[in-house]
Structures are given as structure tokens and as C-alpha cells.
């Protein structure tokens, strides 16, 4: 069965550093996401896109956040500066559609910032 | 806005017992979905079910069955004869269907359910 993939399965970065969460999306879908659940805590909402931009951000989603299709297969997550409270589970997710269409998740990247 | 209440933290329960986690959901859209999600100790989320806000006949899927009551805004799962392989995080979802192309999940704080033999 088609997965989401997702790079590296942990990063540790030292804090002000860039950082950079790659995904691969199952191929035939649409629409990606990124989420983030802070350790013991619920997951939440990042950011959709769709036909190559951004269709919905959280307010978490700030400036220091960004992503890029940069290909037919990558969908990334760059966070520009990090913070100590960037340190979380990043997962990303593909749909064939939006709505009635599940969300598959990767297994996540667990970034620690030290 | 929407919203998704698991009341329940955490369940512990012996193997072979029954067990029903509880959902409730706000939204005020007519339209919306939603999911149950496993969340197994290795970290990833494990997608079970989905289901519309159109359709409220309960579904059964081998030891697991879904209660949908839109009188009540609630969405419960349940686990028949449980086993250890059941412990983990469950998280109840939902997604509104709005016009444009984003269909955010918004989860619940999920229920850690713990399976003991």
C-alpha cells in the first residue's frame, strides 16, 4: 500500500538554526499538510496546500515557517530560525481529495532544538 | 470554529474487556467528516475511519464499531474483546468542507487507552 514518506525520523538542531522536514506524498494525491503534536499533547494544524500554494495556515504557522513542492515528489517544511518550542513531532499528510478524503500521515519527524 | 472534545484521558482495561471511547464535536457546518485515528507507541498516526455528516448508520469493522449520533455531536469508537495491541493513543478528528481547497483535521487531545493481559 502507497505510503507517506517522511526524512529524517529524528533531527536535532541547535537553537537560531535552519531546518529542513521532507515528505513524499503518495503519488497520486492532491493536497498536503503538515502538522506538529508537542510531546503528550494533541496534534495540530499547520498548513495546507494545494496546486502549488498555500490554501490554509494556523496562526502557528509564522513567518519563520515555509514550504515548498520543489519538485513532482517533495513537499518540505523549512523553519527558518528555530526555537526551543519548535521541539515537537512534525507529521505530514497527503489526500486524494479534501474533505471526505482521509488524510494518510507519514511517521513523523521528531525534532529536538537544543 | 470547529472543535473536538475527548473527555476521556485515559483508559486502562484487561484483555477480552469492552471499550468505548467517547467523541463529541462542535461545528456549524452542515457538512463535515469524521476520522479516528490510532496512535500506536511508535509514533504514527494510523488512519481507521472515516464517515460524513450525511450518514449515521453505525459501521462495524471486525472488533471495532463506530456510534454516530448527530443529536448529540457525539462520534464514540468502540473496541470488542480488547487486546494488548490495542494500547495506544486514539485521536477523534474532524474536518469542515468549505469552499476552498484546505480541509484541516482539528483533533481532540486523544484518549491513551492501555490494554493489559
Known amino acids: 500500500e502507497p505510503e507517506v514518506t517522511q526524512t529524517p525520523s529524528h533531527q536535532v538542531t541547535q537553537m537560531g538554526q535552519e531546518v529542513i522536514l521532507r515528505c513524499v506524498p503518495i503519488?497520486?494525491?492532491?493536497?498536503f499538510y503538515w502538522y506538529r503534536q508537542i510531546l503528550g499533547q494533541k496534534v495540530e494544524f499547520l498548513v495546507s496546500?494545494?496546486?502549488?500554494?498555500?490554501?490554509?495556515k494556523s496562526e502557528i504557522f509564522d513567518d519563520q515557517f515555509s514550504v515548498e513542492r520543489p519538485d513532482g515528489s517533495n513537499f518540505t517544511l523549512k523553519i527558518r530560525s528555530t526555537k526551543l518550542e519548535d521541539s515537537a513531532m512534525y507529521f505530514c499528510a497527503s489526500s486524494l481529495g479534501f474533505g471526505n478524503q482521509p488524510q494518510h500521515f507519514g511517521d513523523g519527524t521528531r525534532l529536538s532544538i537544543l | 470554529a470547529q472543535k473536538v472534545t475527548q473527555a476521556q484521558t485515559e483508559i486502562s482495561v484487561v484483555e477480552k474487556e469492552d471499550v468505548t471511547l467517547d467523541c463529541v464535536y462542535e461545528?456549524?457546518?452542515?457538512?463535515?467528516?469524521l476520522f479516528w485515528y490510532k496512535q500506536p507507541p511508535s509514533g504514527e498516526l494510523v488512519f481507521l475511519i472515516r464517515r460524513n455528516s450525511f450518514d449515521e448508520q453505525n459501521e462495524i469493522s471486525g472488533r471495532y464499531s463506530w456510534n454516530f449520533q448527530k443529536s448529540t455531536s457525539s462520534f464514540n469508537f468502540t473496541i470488542t474483546a480488547s487486546q494488548v495491541v490495542d494500547s495506544a493513543v486514539y485521536f477523534c478528528?474532524?474536518?469542515?468542507?468549505?469552499?476552498?481547497?484546505?480541509?484541516?483535521?482539528?483533533f481532540g487531545k486523544g484518549i491513551t487507552l492501555s490494554v493489559r493481559p
Open positions: 503519488s497520486n494525491h492532491l493536497y
Open positions: 478528528a474532524l474536518s469542515e468542507v468549505n469552499t476552498g481547497a484546505n480541509s484541516k483535521l482539528t
Open positions: 461545528t456549524r457546518d452542515t457538512t463535515y467528516y
Open positions: 496546500f494545494y496546486n502549488n500554494e498555500i490554501s490554509e
